[in-house]
C-alpha cells in the first residue's frame, strides 16, 4: 500500500512538471499593479526576453548645500561661562604649485560607469519617493523599440494614470513603430507632454498622428528627426485650418529637421486659424528671409480670406450650443411639450376662427342694421310726404262745407 501511495504521489509531480513545461500552454492574464518596476519585467519576461532592461529612478542633480542659519544673537552664542562657543576649523585649503588655490570640482554631473550608463534602462520619476504606483515620467535613452517591446509598453503605459509626460531618445523608431506609438499616446489620456527626438522615419508625413483631434497634450516635441516640408504640411493641418482647430497644443519644438522655406509657410498658414498655440522653436532648419517674412504677417494683425470666413462661421454654428444650452428634454418632457404646445396652438387657431366669425357675423349684422334703418327712414319720409298731401284736401273739404 505504501509503495503505491509512492508511485502515484511520484506521478502526480511529473504530470504537473509537465503541464508547467507545455509551452502551447497559455499563461494566466496578468494583472497589472501600476508599479513599473513590478509590472515591466513581468511582461517582458511573458514576452520572450532573456535580457530585461532595468527599471531605476532617474538620476537628479545634486543640490546646493544648504546655508548655515545663524541663530547667535548680538554677542554670539556663549556658554555658561561667559565665553564664547569654539567653532570648528575649517578644512585646509589646498594649494597648487603657484600657491593659487585648487577649483573643487562641479556639484552638477554625477559620475557612472562607463558600461553602466550605456545600458538599456527605463528611467522613472515618481511623484513621491514612497508611492512607486504614482510613476509620472518615463524617459528610455538609447536603445531601439520593435514592435514586441512597443506591445510591453502599451501594456505597461496605458495603466498608469498619473504619467503626464514620456520622453523617447534615439529608439530607432520605423514607420510601423511610429504608428503603434500614436495608438499608445491616445490611450494615455492624461499624457500632457511628449518628446520623440533623434528617431527618423522615412515617411515623415505619419509624423501627424501623434497630434490626433482628441489629444490632450500641451507640449510637443520632434527635434532631430529629419522631417521635411511634406512631414510640415501634415503636422500643419493638424494645428489649424478653416475645418480643424487644435486646441490643446502651447508649445511645439521642430528645431534641427529640413522643414526649409516651403514647410515653414505651411505651418504659418495654420497660425492664422490657430489662437492655442504658443511658443513654437523652428531653429537649424533652412528657413530664409521668405519664411521669416510669412511669419511676420501672421504674428501683427490681418484679415482672414472669404474662404477662411465662411468655414470659420461654419464651424462656429456647429460648435455653438443650441437654444436650451446643450441639454435636451427627457422624452416625457419633450411629448409634454409637444401636446401642450399642439393644443395651446390648437386653442389659439380656434380662438381666432371664433374671433374672426364673430367679426364678419358683427359686420352681417351690422349691414343688416342699416337696410333696416334705412328701409324704416325711407317709409318715415314717405309718410311724411303723405300727410303732408292729406292736409291740404282736409282743409278744402271743411272749408267746402
Not at 496578468?30 to 513590478?38: A, D, P, Q, R, S
Not at 454654428?317 to 390648437?346: M, N
Not at 318715415?380 to 271743411?398: L, Q, Y
Request: with cysteine; charged share 30%.
Amino acid at each position: 500500500m505504501v509503495r503505491k501511495a509512492a508511485e502515484k504521489a511520484h506521478h502526480k509531480d511529473k504530470s504537473k512538471e509537465h503541464s508547467e513545461d507545455d509551452p502551447n500552454k497559455e499563461p494566466e492574464p496578468y494583472t497589472f499593479t501600476g508599479n513599473l518596476e513590478i509590472d515591466f519585467p513581468e511582461v517582458c519576461r511573458r514576452a520572450g526576453y532573456l535580457e530585461i532592461p532595468p527599471v531605476v529612478p532617474r538620476t537628479k542633480p545634486p543640490g546646493s548645500p544648504p546655508a548655515a542659519d545663524d541663530k547667535g544673537g548680538k554677542g554670539g552664542d556663549k556658554k555658561r561661562g561667559g565665553k564664547a562657543a569654539e567653532q570648528p576649523h575649517p578644512p585646509p585649503v589646498e594649494l597648487n604649485k603657484d600657491g593659487t588655490p585648487v577649483e573643487p570640482p562641479p556639484r552638477t554631473y554625477v559620475l557612472k560607469d562607463t558600461y553602466d550608463y550605456m545600458r538599456p534602462k527605463v528611467q522613472i520619476e515618481t511623484e513621491y519617493e514612497d508611492k512607486k504606483t504614482h510613476i509620472t515620467c518615463v524617459h528610455i535613452r538609447g536603445w531601439k523599440i520593435d514592435m514586441r517591446m512597443g506591445e510591453v509598453l502599451k501594456q505597461t503605459l496605458t495603466v498608469m494614470d498619473k504619467l503626464h509626460t514620456l520622453t523617447l531618445w534615439n529608439v530607432g523608431l520605423t514607420t510601423e513603430t511610429l504608428i503603434f506609438l500614436s495608438n499608445i499616446v491616445t490611450q494615455c489620456h492624461n499624457l500632457k507632454t511628449l518628446s520623440v527626438e533623434a528617431s527618423p522615419v522615412e515617411d515623415t508625413d505619419k509624423w501627424c498622428l501623434l497630434l490626433p483631434e482628441n489629444t490632450v497634450l500641451t507640449s510637443l516635441s520632434l527635434r532631430n528627426n529629419r522631417i521635411d516640408s511634406r512631414g510640415a504640411d501634415a503636422i500643419s493641418r493638424c494645428l489649424g485650418t478653416a475645418k480643424r482647430n487644435n486646441k490643446t497644443l502651447q508649445n511645439l519644438n521642430m528645431s534641427y529637421n529640413f522643414i526649409g522655406d516651403e514647410g515653414f509657410i505651411h505651418i504659418v498658414n495654420s497660425l492664422r486659424l490657430n489662437r492655442t498655440l504658443l511658443s513654437i522653436l523652428v531653429a537649424a532648419n533652412g528657413i530664409t528671409d521668405v519664411g521669416a517674412e510669412a511669419i511676420s504677417e501672421v504674428l501683427s494683425s490681418f484679415t482672414l480670406k472669404h474662404e477662411e470666413v465662411i468655414e470659420r462661421r461654419i464651424l462656429q454654428r456647429e460648435q455653438s450650443p443650441d437654444r436650451h444650452g446643450g441639454r435636451s428634454p427627457t422624452p416625457s418632457r419633450r411629448g409634454d411639450r409637444s401636446g401642450s404646445a399642439s393644443r395651446t396652438s390648437s386653442d389659439k387657431d380656434k380662438k381666432d376662427k371664433g374671433g374672426k366669425g364673430a367679426q364678419q357675423a358683427g359686420k352681417k349684422l351690422s349691414a343688416k342694421d342699416e337696410k333696416v334703418k334705412s328701409k324704416d327712414d325711407a317709409k318715415s319720409r314717405g309718410a311724411v310726404k303723405d300727410d303732408a298731401k292729406s292736409k291740404p284736401t282736409k282743409a278744402t273739404s271743411v272749408a267746402s262745407d
